[in-house]
Nanobody, 121 residues
Framework: QVQLVESGGGLVQAGGSLRLSCAAS????????LGWYRQAPGKQRELVAD???????NYADSVKGRFTISRDNDKKTVYLQMNSLKPEDTAVYYC???????????????WGRGTQVTVSS
């Protein structure tokens, strides 16, 4: 069974940095798009950043210039480097992956359980 496990969340002061990691495990035929989403209290889940298999990236306007998404295909891992953190970045961050696990299922979305990021002012 495939699994996505996030790590790196925690409590940090405004202006600080955190690096989130998400590793995919299990038998996976291929890893397509990878992304990070977040959900703050009282808000809907939103896209933070994603990265294609070719390495092209997209970022939410609110994090452009501060966050960087990257991937290590050999390790089946996606990272989110978060710099200059703001209190409004506080949220649960979720890893999302488009994975081709079996021929029958094709490419589907998989989600991690999330990791809490709290930024204090």
């Amino acid at each position: 069974q495939v699994q996505l496990v996030e790590s790196g969340g925690g409590l940090v002061q405004a202006g600080g940095s955190l690096r989130l990691s998400c590793a995919a495990s299990g038998i996976i035929f291929s890893v397509s798009r990878l992304g990070w989403y977040r959900q703050a209290p009282g808000k809907q889940r939103e896209l933070v950043a994603d990265i294609s298999s070719a390495g092209s990236t997209n970022y939410a306007d609110s994090v452009k210039g501060r966050f960087t998404i990257s991937r290590d295909n050999d390790k089946k891992t996606v990272y989110l480097q978060m710099n200059s953190l703001k209190p409004e970045d506080t949220a649960v961050y979720y890893c999302n992956a488009q994975l081709h696990v079996t021929v029958a299922l094709g490419i589907r979305d998989y989600w991690g359980r999330g990791t809490q990021v709290t930024v204090s002012s």
